[in-house]
Structures are given as C-alpha cells and as structure tokens.
C-alpha cells in the first residue's frame, strides 16, 4: 500500500520524528532472516501518546502498524510485510524508576539490554536475561519475542520477570497491566499473554521488570572434551548432581573451529566439544558448585577443566562465546539460525539426528547454545545464492523441526515464530489451539493493522 500525503501529514502532526527516505527505509524492511519488505514510513515515537496518537489515524485509514526493537530477530518478526508504519522506539530509552524495596525498574521499550544491566548493576541489582545480542537488542524487543539467554538455565527468561506492561490497543485504548507486588492471582494474566506475542495483539510503551540482587561473585569455567557425546551428557550428569550452574552453554567441534579461525585465540580445534558454565551467589559456595562441576566433568573424561582465575579471563572464555555467530560465514556466506528447544536428557539424541542430516544433505549443521536449559541453536550453513543448494538447506530445516517435535521439543526456545517458524506452528500447537489463538487476536486486532503476517498462517 501506499500511504497519500493527507495521511502523511496527519501521522506527522502526531508523532513529529517521521521519515520517508527510500535509504532509510530500506534499513527498516528486514531484520537478520534479511527476509525484506519496505515499510512507507517509520516513526520515532517519545511517549505513550503520540504512540496512541499515530495507532488511531493507522486504525482511521486502515494502515499496518509494525512494532520494532533493534531488528537483531532471526525469525521476521519485524519485517513490515504489508508495508505501513514501522514504530522504532529508539527515542523512547530511558529508565523510569528503580524501586530498591520493591525490587523493579520501569523502562521504556527502547532501552537496549546491557545498557540497563550497567545501570543497574550501581544500585547491586541484576535483571537476569541476557540474549547474545545484549549489547544491541532492547528490552522491548526481547518482551515480544520472550528472549531468552544463557542465564536461563538458572534463572528463567524474559516472561519470569515482567511485572506489568503499559500497552496500547488498535483502538486506541491505553491499558496497565500486571502488579507491583512479588505475586497476584487476579483476572487473566494479560502481561503473560502479551509478552511474546511479537507486537501482534499491542503496542507496548512501558515495561515493568522484576530485579533480583546482584551476585557477589561470579566463577566462569571452560571445559574442552574429546567426545562430543561425552561433552552433551556432562550437561545431565551436572543436572542430576542438583548443581544449578548460571549458565551452562554448549559449543560444538565446527563452531570451535569457526571461532579459532577468526579469533586466533588458541582454542583445541582438534576437541569433539567444550562446555562454558557459570556459578554465582557468595564466593564460597560459588566456588564449590564449581568444583563440583568440574569433579563431574573430569569423571567423565574431560581433557581440561579451566576455572578463569580473573575477570579478563572471564570475558575472554564468553569472547568465544559471543564470536561463533560472526565466526559462522568461514563456512558458508549464508546460515539459517534455529533456536530448537528438547528435553535435557534428549541433546544427545537431536545431536545425533543432526550429524547424520549433514552428512546425508552435504552441508555444515553447526550447534552451539543453552545446553542447560535445552535450547541448541541449529544453525544450517548454506549459499543463498545457489538456489539447488538454498532448497537443500530449507528442506534441512524442515527436517530438523521435526526431529525436533519428534523428541518432543519446541520449535522456538526463545527467537519467537515470526514469518520463518509460521509454516510450521500448527504441528506443535494442533489445529484446535491455533483457531483459539487466531481468535485471541482478532479479539485484541479486529482489523488484523498490528504486525500483520506473523505467527499464524
């Protein structure tokens, strides 16, 4: 669609920061699916108002409306596939309150993830969820994908701690929900139902996060072992010992290789696999959980078992960490992310299941992630520019949800459905559950204007 000048200027006198530039709106039609569709306009808006304010002349002339964090998602769910309005909250970033009692802070949606940690850590409070993509991706962001991170594994996600929301409707209605206290039970829990939702139901202006108080210390670890399979079933045995590490992270053969290769950082590029794992709380006890990890692992057959001995070594265990991604184009110059989530006690199986679809399809299938928690990032290496071996690559995929539903997994542990995941949602959900949600949003989005496109087909 195109939106006629007359509109224009109205949207305009609603929210003044509006841009039409063909340059900038090509930054604004893809996210990194680098899926793209050139949205008419973006908006910046700064407050609640002039959200509502642009949601009533969008819903007036029947315009779609794409909510958009940073645009660091791999699923498409900030594409603006119908063109529209694009909403980035880039000038709405502050923090509103820090209540220390209470233990929460209220932002606005725009403030990136690691900028509040910082803030944050000041006043010795941590808000726990940390994505890869920390240091870019904002909070309102992560609240419609219900991102995740490798702290989930002892700390849950995103949805754990969002209190309340304050949500604008295609209506225009301005609605406050959740509470400020540690647990209510009143009425439906919209805050759930919208967290997650991908900017689908409501446009989100505020948030409300649950904060805990910051860990004294933190002891990070680097395990490398010779057998893949022995790495993976490290990841239960540490489980079962009733240790709960912070973090717990997978790294396979392939991704150590990438990494080395970019970074020179003298990892053992002849390894089957390495765990990064993490505890927290008082030094003492932190460090014992660490050693107990590391009794598990050396039991099992470990090569080495490195416990950082200060911060910079701390950081340089995560360098390697946080590099596989960028690391990931040595093999192939394009990939297709999936975030894949089975049972603990069922890495092993998926892992299996996926060596044996690479050999047979011919392409890298690289793993890495939340082992502790289930969630493996599948990532299937390919050139996008060769469509033989592009639809290769798309039927790899379809292959690995199903192994995934198979195993009785989730498609998405935390990216979210997106356009990439859409085709798939009704084998996981059944048919039933899909109507009921479509019905939810017709409920919420009666003219179907709110990110339009997405989750269901």
Same mark, same amino acid.
């Given at each position: ?259 080395? !290769? %970019?970074?020179? =950082?003298?990892?053992? &590029? *002849? ?6 794992? #993490?505890? /927290? +709380? ?106 033989? !071996? %592009?639809?290769? =690559?798309?039927?790899? &995929? *379809? ?6 539903? #198979?195993? /009785? +997994? ?48």
């Amino acid at each position: 669609m195109t939106i006629d000048l007359r509109v224009l200027g109205e949207l305009k006198r609603a929210c003044g920061d509006l841009t039409t530039a063909r340059e900038e709106l090509l930054l604004y039609s893809f996210d990194a699916t680098k899926i793209k569709h050139t949205p008419d306009c973006v908006l910046f808006p700064r407050s609640t108002k002039e959200v509502t304010g642009v949601v009533n002349i969008c819903a007036r002339h029947g315009i779609p409306v794409t909510p958009r964090g940073a645009g660091t998602g791999y699923t498409g769910a900030a594409v603006p596939v119908q063109g529209g309005v694009v909403m980035d909250f880039v000038k709405m970033n502050r923090i509103l309150r820090i209540d220390h009692n209470a233990m929460y802070v209220e932002v606005e949606p725009g403030i990136v993830n690691a900028e509040l940690g910082k803030e944050l850590a000041k006043h010795g409070l941590f808000y726990p969820p940390d994505p890869a993509s920390l240091k870019s991706s904002t909070i309102g962001g992560n609240v419609m994908t219900g991102a995740g991170g490798p702290s989930a594994v002892k700390y849950g996600v995103t949805r754990d701690y969002v209190m309340g929301l304050t949500a604008v409707f295609m209506d225009g209605s301005v609605v406050e929900t959740g509470i400020k206290c540690v647990k209510g039970a009143v009425g439906y829990d919209l805050t759930r139902l919208l967290v997650g939702s991908e900017g689908t139901l409501a446009i989100i202006t505020k948030i409300r996060l649950k904060l805990v108080p910051m860990p004294k210390t933190v002891v990070t670890a680097m395990a490398v072992f010779d057998d893949r399979r022995v790495a993976v079933n490290a990841v239960t045995e540490i489980l079962r010992a009733r240790l709960v590490p912070r973090t717990l992270e997978y790294i396979d053969r392939t991704a150590i290789r990438c990494v080395e !290769e %970019y970074l020179r =950082a003298g990892l053992p &590029v *002849d390894a089957g696999g390495m765990l990064l794992a #993490e505890t /927290d +709380g008082d030094p003492g006890p932190a460090m014992r959980e660490m050693e107990g990890i590391k009794a598990i692992c050396e039991k099992l057959g470990a090569r080495s078992f490195t416990i950082a001995r200060d911060t910079a070594e701390a950081q340089a265990f995560w360098k390697v960490r946080r590099s596989i991604s960028v690391s990931l184009n040595r093999l192939r110059p394009s990939k297709i992310n999936e975030d894949v989530t089975v049972p603990r006690n069922r890495i092993g199986e998926l892992m299996d299941r996926l060596d044996e679809l690479s050999r047979r399809t011919g392409l890298p299938i690289v793993n890495f992630g939340h082992a502790g928690d289930g969630n493996i990032h599948v990532n299937v290496m390919t050139d996008a520019s060769n469509p033989k !071996e %592009y639809e290769v =690559a798309l039927k790899a &995929v *379809d292959e690995i949800l199903h192994i995934t539903l #198979e195993l /009785d +997994g989730t498609l998405s542990g935390e990216h979210g459905v997106g356009l990439a995941k859409m085709p798939y949602i009704e084998k996981e959900l059944g048919t039933a559950c899909v109507e009921i949600s479509k019905r939810l949003k017709k409920a919420f989005d009666p003219a179907g204007l709110l990110n339009p496109g997405k989750i269901f087909p």
